[in-house]
């Protein structure tokens, strides 16, 4: 994943197979909470639901 510190808050985009995973937080922790969130949407329909600490 990749992650960058903007102006203002910091960005994350990365690809996992077929999906495009991108997302933004104002500070890392809220980053964190946005991944974990955009992950889940991503992989929903395929049935999987990650916790915080299996994306690490």
Request: glycine share 8%; hydrophobic share 45%.
């Amino acid at each position: 994943m990749s992650i960058v510190k903007e102006e203002v808050g910091y960005s994350a985009n990365t690809i996992i197979g077929n999906h495009f995973i991108a997302t933004e937080g104002e500070t890392l922790e809220e980053l964190k909470t946005m991944v974990l969130e955009a992950v889940n949407l991503a992989f929903e329909n395929e049935g999987y639901i990650y916790a915080i600490h299996e994306l690490d």
